[in-house]
């Protein structure tokens, strides 16, 4: 029998993946890690990355400390919305549950050079006990490689290159679609990211490499990231409208409102939009229907708080005897 190396030759390439890879150490990189990764069939090594600021904001090697936490804060607020959002959880109400935040948490340690701070990343959560979590790897198959934080964070990078290609046309872009589609939790943390780092006049380089994977990393100027803020802000994709269905438990001209929408479940309601003539008309003990926005801070302490801000009530049924 003959063989037809042509042939042969072409259902080869076929059925290889091609390597992507930019530059010749990040490929030696790949394949000595590919080359570990075949003595076990469980990934154990770690991603990581780094975040280097330069720009007006660094002194030296230096930079302010309030200045590196806000920015890290809401860059650990965005890699976790994300996080979540690709996992189907993109509403701001409620908590993101504990399991998208310890598979998302990230930790830090830092570096210098001349005109510039580089801060090293990686997760908190090893691979093997995420991918892995009972330690035995299918005997058929193949094993997932990708932890949820190399997801996250690739997905988060993505979003903030696709931003420097938005044109005059911004409502067509292909940014604003996807932004859309993560859900308000990402555009507020993306919005405060951007925020923090103009406040602190960083311009910023953020990459990320996971094991036998193509590395992934952008870079953003002040300007940039100004212009990213001032979008998302314009367009109010940060917030969500809800509806609340509640007793009202206090009712006020010049203060918030207390919304029982469940038995010892009160929310707090902005009611400043809502005309006087109608307020005048409200009692406590309303059974109402509340029409709000949410939205979504982070406080001082790096804490999530929601904010419910009322665009039309309706009475449903008038206070209980």
């Known amino acids: 029998m003959s063989t037809d190396w042509n042939e042969y030759r072409r259902r080869l390439e076929e059925s290889v993946e091609p390597v992507l890879w930019q530059e010749p150490q ?3 990189r790949l394949s000595l890690e590919t080359l570990f990764g075949e003595f076990s069939p469980i990934r154990r090594d770690r991603s990581s ?7 007006g904001g660094i002194n030296g090697t230096a930079a302010r400390v309030d200045h590196v936490a806000d920015a890290m804060k809401n860059f650990q607020r965005l890699v976790l919305a994300t996080g979540a959002s690709l996992e189907g959880f993109k509403t701001l109400r409620g908590k993101v549950p504990a399991q998208y935040v310890s598979r998302t948490n990230l930790h830090l340690q830092g570096s210098a050079l001349p005109g510039s701070l580089i801060l090293e990343l990686a997760p908190e959560f090893l691979p093997s006990q995420e991918i892995v979590p009972d330690g035995q790897a299918p005997l058929f198959g193949d094993t997932e490689t990708t932890q949820l934080v190399d997801r996250a964070i690739v997905a988060s990078l ?11 046309d911004a409502d067509e872009s292909a940014f604003l679609g996807e932004l859309a589609e993560r859900g308000p939790r990402v555009a507020t943390t993306l ?4 925020s923090s780092l103009v406040d602190a006049q960083f311009d910023t380089e953020i990459a990320w490499e996971q094991p036998r994977a193509a590395s992934v990393r952008t870079k953003m100027t002040v300007p940039q990231l100004q212009q990213l ?7 109010e994709l940060e917030k969500e409208p809800i509806v609340l269905r509640g007793l009202l438990r206090t009712v006020s001209d010049i203060g918030p409102w207390k919304v029982e929408v469940n038995p010892g479940e009160v929310e707090t309601v902005d009611a400043s939009g809502i005309a006087a003539a109608v307020t005048k008309t409200m009692s406590v003990g309303t059974y109402v229907e509340v029409k709000a926005t949410v939205t979504e801070d982070a406080s001082p302490g790096g804490a999530s708080v929601t904010h419910y801000a009322a665009t039309e009530i309706t009475v449903i049924a008038g206070p209980r005897e």
């Not at 803020?229 to 367009?235: E, I, K, P, T």
């Open 158 to 168: 993505e979003l903030l290159q696709l931003s420097k290609s938005v044109g005059a």
């Open 26 to 28: 990040e490929l030696s």
């Open 229 to 235: 803020g001032l979008l998302v802000a314009s367009r």
């Open 191 to 194: 919005r405060d990211l951007a």
């Open 49 to 55: 990355g780094f975040i280097r600021f330069t720009g």
